[in-house]
């Protein structure tokens, strides 16, 4: 009785239409995408403050429903077989499965793992999950719920499901073959496909035999055909996207920007957008209904806002050469991987050669509407080309160009001083590269890192010197000095300098004879001795690395240079601050003899 008193309630709110061309839903939160049922009278919202599925009925603009869930909602789909929906979240490691009528959740499903895109073949009785904190899918059979989980190459983002051959299509974070299928039956991985950067979002064009890609990374639209027949295609957009969905005939592709407030209609045949408009507060989720209306989520304003009457300008059907005054301009600064500006070398785009200034900056007048190829070219290293979208009446802003490592040393001769990380071993480095500069005058060097941190230009370097392992147990180079290579390309040092300090102590114990001679005389009963602690046989023992990056190569021996100080008198009693002092005399002793092998013995050559 229950049961049918529900739908009962459904059908005759279904009944009740508003007049207004604009509607908007409160639902008290934020949400990332929206679920709509087939018959297009219910959207499915799971509002993440709320930690719940909100049903709200399209035509009357009421909530109808609100299920808790007991985690924060990121991804809803719809089952209309079964009238079923799956409800999904980052934090969360189970699925929820929600009967709409009943409106409660009937069952939990465990997949190991937080979700962040979900898609559903109601055709197939198949779900797929993404988890990319795991690197893995899940592949759900629907009629007995029994889960696989497959390993991805890397984190998996969006997926989903060609209905023609059931292939499964998931996307990647990380690398240009971003985009991979994988067979549904098998699981076996069958190819990887080119993809744009990010790919946040995957929507299925059927009638194509293609696949859309929303990339936010690289801010376009990727056209993936699924045939050896398509082509690949990129579409440029003006403004970072958030979430899309493909119109009814699956040839418009509407783009929201949260960051923006905008929505962006694209042509996908054309491949270009035909209309901007202003969307609200922060859009996220949309999704496009039969008349070819919206309806979409406004995080900012915790609402859904349902457009019945788009009003947008219908698309040419015939693309348009732009008029010759729709131009805009790029501008932006070259920099190497220490974050400087270069202050040679061009660019090109459109047949044109621009040069790169002195400061590293650039600017590129009248540049049509549309995407462009820019290539770019400075002496020493490799070819950088990058996609970039020009805009009409706007300057397109390129700040952090960074250019890849250099091929070749070439000329570079300076040499920087790295100390391990050990007590003392930056001092080393400082004696080193002191007392060295009177033989290495015409080298520059460079202290990458010390008590005060490391140098700017060497800052971002530390991720690739982390736990690096550059000798094997035979003191032969390992691969990692590649890794130090890319460090001496940037940096234009031919020479790396490795420090390492150890160093211990003892303690003489034995006191001042006079005083406890003094101190027996006036307690003659009790013989007591007082203890002075004294630091004294103080060792302390240096070492050197010298690689010559330009003639090292891996597997080849490398070569120390060592040298030792010690003190066996010590410091005054209780005093470790004398101690300190004197093992860092015992460190200018070191490097003043670690430099004096190098002079004898010539490591820094021409």
Known sequence: MKRFLCVACLWMTAQLPLAARESKIAVGGGADRIAVVEDRSLALVGVIEEQSLFLLNLTTGAVIGRIPLGFEPLVTVYDPKTGLAYVGGASHDTLAVVDLQQQKIVADIDLKGGVYDLALSSQRGVLVATHPASNRISILDLKTRQTRFLEMPQPALACAIDEATGQILVSLNGGPLGLVLVDGSTGELIARLRSGAVTEDIAMDNSHNRAILLNSGSEDLSIVPLTLAGQYQTIGLDFKPTRFALSPDQRLAYVTSRDNDRLQIVDLDQGRIIATRSLGRQPTGIAVLGDGSYVVMQAGAQNLLWEREANLPPPPLVATSSPKNQSGALSGVVRDLAGRPVGSGTLQVQGRTVPILPDGSFLVPQLPAGRHDVTFKVPGYPELKIPVQARAGYVRTLSDIQLPPQLELGNANGAGFLPDGSLYSDLLARQLMEQAATQLKDRSLTLLNGPLGPAPEFKQFLPLVKNINILDRDSRYTTDLERLKIVGRTLKLR????????????????????????????????????????????????????????????????????????????GGPLFEEEADGLFRQGIIRIGQSIVKQWQEQTPFKS
């Open 495 to 570: 020479y790396l300098v490795f420090t390492q300090v150890q160093s211990n102590r003892g303690y003489d114990s034995r006191g001042n004879p006079l005083l406890n001679g003094a101190l027996r005389l006036l307690v003659p009963f009790f013989p007591l001795e007082i203890p002075n602690f004294t630091p004294n046989q103080l060792r302390t023992s240096g070492l050197a690395l010298v690689i010559d990056l330009k003639k090292a190569r891996i597997g080849d021996k490398a070569t120390f240079w060592q040298a030792n100080a010690e003190d066996n008198t010590g």
